[in-house]
C-alpha cells in the first residue's frame, strides 16, 4: 500500500480518539519515524509503497495511539531545548514549563558568570542536567534519580549530546547525604497529588512513569522540604535552589520555604501560571 494510503488508514482508525490538527501532525511523525521522510519528502513520495516490515510497524503503532500512548513513546523521541532527546515508558516526556525553568536557570548562572556546581534532583530522561551543561560548559553538573532505568536514558542522552555530567542513583526522600556542595539545585519533583489522577488524561496517567508524577495526598510538598532541607546542609554560601511546581501550590510553597528560613519567590510560565520557584537562605 502507497505512503498516501496508508495514511488514510491511519486516519480512519483514529478519528475517534484524535482532534483532526492533532491527527494530522500524528500521522506526520509516525510516518517519518518510519519512514525516515520530513514532511516534504512525505508529499513527494506520497506513492511510495511501504514494505512489509513498515506495514507492521505502523499497525502496531495505530494500536499504541489508539490506547492512548504518547507518540514519543512510539517514536522513542521528544524534543527539548532544541535538542533531540531520547524517551521511554520509564521517563516522563519533557515538557515546555521545565524549558522556561532551564532558562531561567541559565540565565541566573549567566549573570553570576563563574563555574559553578549544579545538581538536578529527579533528573529522569536527563533533560534539564544536559541542557544545562550544554549552555554552560564550565559549569559541574550532576544529576540524580531513584530509578536505575531513567539514569540509564539519561546517560544514554548525555552521551549522545556530548555533554559531561554525573550520575548518582539515590532516593533523595531517604539520603542525608550528597557528595559535594552546590551552587545551584534544580528540581522537577513529582508534585502531582494521587486524588487529582482522575482529571489527568489517559496518555499522561496511563503510560508515563507513576513515579515520576504523583506524591501522597497528605504530603503533596514533601521533595520540596526535602530538597530545602538537603541545601541547608549542601548549598554553597549564596547558593540557590530552582523549583519547577503545580500552579495550585505557589502560596504553600512560599510558606513553606519561609518557615525554613528561605527568601523564595514565584516565577509564572507562558500561560501567566505560578509553575516555578527560586530559593536561597536568609542570611
Ligand atoms: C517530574 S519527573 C522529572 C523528570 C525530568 N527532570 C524532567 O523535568 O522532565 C520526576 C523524576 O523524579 C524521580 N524521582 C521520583 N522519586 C524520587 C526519589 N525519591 N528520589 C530521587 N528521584 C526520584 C523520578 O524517577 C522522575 O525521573
Redesign the pocket.
Known amino acids: 500500500m502507497s505512503l498516501q494510503d496508508q495514511k488514510q488508514i491511519i486516519k480512519q482508525a483514529l478519528k475517534e480518539v484524535y482532534e483532526p490538527i492533532e491527527l494530522n501532525s500524528l500521522i506526520a511523525i509516525l510516518m517519518e519515524h518510519i519512514t525516515g521522510y520530513n514532511q516534504i519528502q512525505q508529499a513527494v513520495n506520497k506513492a511510495q509503497l511501504l514494505d512489509k516490515k513498515q506495514e507492521t510497524q505502523l499497525t502496531k503503532a495505530i494500536e499504541l495511539l489508539k490506547l492512548g500512548m504518547p507518540i514519543q513513546y512510539i517514536t522513542g523521541k521528544a524534543w ?1 531545548m532544541g535538542n533531540e532527546i531520547m524517551v521511554n515508558e520509564n ?5 515546555p514549563e ?1 524549558e522556561e ?1 532551564v532558562e531561567w536557570v541559565i540565565e541566573y548562572a549567566n549573570i553570576i558568570n563563574k563555574p559553578l556546581q549544579i545538581l ?10 544536559t541542557s544545562v551543561k550544554l549552555a554552560l560548559p564550565n559549569c559541574m553538573v550532576a544529576g ?4 536505575e532505568a ?1 539514569l540509564s536514558i539519561a546517560i544514554q542522552n548525555a552521551n549522545k549530546l556530548q555533554a559531561d555530567i554525573s550520575w548518582m542513583q ?5 539520603t542525608a547525604y550528597l557528595p559535594n556542595k552546590f551552587d545551584i539545585i534544580i ?5 502531582i497529588p494521587f486524588k487529582e489522577n482522575i482529571n489527568m488524561q489517559v496518555q499522561v496517567k496511563n503510560f508515563e ?1 507513576n ?3 504523583f506524591v501522597t495526598n497528605e504530603d503533596p510538598l514533601i ?1 520540596y522540604r526535602t530538597i530545602a532541607r538537603l541545601g541547608k546542609q549542601y548549598l554553597n554560601p549564596n547558593g540557590q535552589l530552582f523549583f ?1 511546581m503545580h500552579y495550585d501550590q505557589g502560596k504553600a510553597l512560599l510558606a513553606l520555604f519561609d518557615e525554613m528560613g528561605y527568601h523564595a519567590e514565584l516565577k509564572q510560565d507562558m500561560f501567566g501560571k505560578d509553575r516555578m520557584l527560586r530559593a536561597s537562605l536568609k542570611k
Open positions: 527539548f521517563v516522563l516526556i519533557p515538557r521545565t525553568l538536578d534532583i529527579g533528573t529522569g530522561s536527563g533533560c534539564i542536567a540524580l534519580d531513584i530509578s531513567a539515590e532516593n533523595i526522600l531517604d528540581s522537577n519533583p513529582p508534585y512513569p513515579i515520576a508524577l521533595f519547577e
